[in-house]
């Protein structure tokens, strides 16, 4: 409990929309019905280093108590389709959007706030307001530098389906990141070309356990490029470098499904018994304390909430060019069939 408001709370109280004339006793009563054995039970498939950043400093800022189970998107997501309204989480974090619809699709989310929607754009949520973007994270190209010029490097992410690319490239084809790419390539360009652009990348890729493993493996000479998300990249700069000295980063842009920009999820379950500080997390997480770790912290994942900065290494999402995307109607069952169909699954 808060014995008086300071400026940062002040502006964490305006932020949440829950007034500052009577400081800690503000949030005292959502603290206190949250505590039970676990408090706010989240099901995470973010990163745990980063959710943990979000939770800990929620509970600094709020004195709501919050127990983070983690696991996959797709794990957790269907964890809760079996637990249905007996499910003890309050709040489901991903990576990527699919889960998320999954979830949605069998109407176990509870309405998001409009004050909390109105924190995101329209670009980062979907139009059923039941859910929303948290972060967003870029495909990228990681390449050796000296196997390429400018003019050498794929065009497209559809290139790579090309012969030439044979035992060249590496992705993680079991992992929800790269389904969510395949998802919204479906989307952008069909089934009929989407199927064509699997079965040419089985024949070329070679398969890894995980982005930051296909991005070793180009460091290390193995393959000369891989598919994955950007954060892998920044994060291991960050650090020592060690997996990214001799890389690389593609950008596709014009609006080629390379470019696609993938949205992390956040959502209430509307089984949860905690609703008023549920909310209070969503609200939090998508305003200027929860963004401000994308920020400030060492995921490097994007920031999505409205007038929100992300880390000042990382190419604007602007200049992206990504393409429009439905993260909403991004086909899980179809595009994991499909993969199966190709034998990429």
Known sequence: MFSRPDPTRRSLLLALGLGVSTGAAVFAPLAAQAQGSDGLVIYNAQHVSLTRSWVEQFTRDTG???TVRDGGDYELAN???QEGAASPADIFLTENSPAMTMVDNRKLF?????ATLAQVPPAFRPADGHWTGIAARSTVFAYRKIKFTRDTLPK???DLA???WKGRI???PAGADFQAIVSAVLQLKGEAATAAWLKGLKENLVTFRGNSVAMKAVNDGEIDGA???HYYYFGDMAKRGENTEKLGLHYFRNQDPGAFVSVSGGGILASSKRQPQAQAFMKWLTGKGGQDILRTGSSYEYA???GAASNRNLVPLAELQAPAVDMSTLKTGETQELMRNTGLL
């Open 110 to 114: 509870a309405p998001l706030d409009e």
């Open 170 to 172: 590496g992705a993680a």
């Open 79 to 81: 964890q809760i389709l």
């Open 162 to 164: 090309d012969p030439a």
């Open 64 to 66: 709501i108590k919050v």
């Open 227 to 229: 598919v994955i998300y």
């Open 156 to 158: 497209s992410i559809m």
């Open 304 to 306: 999505v909430g409205v």
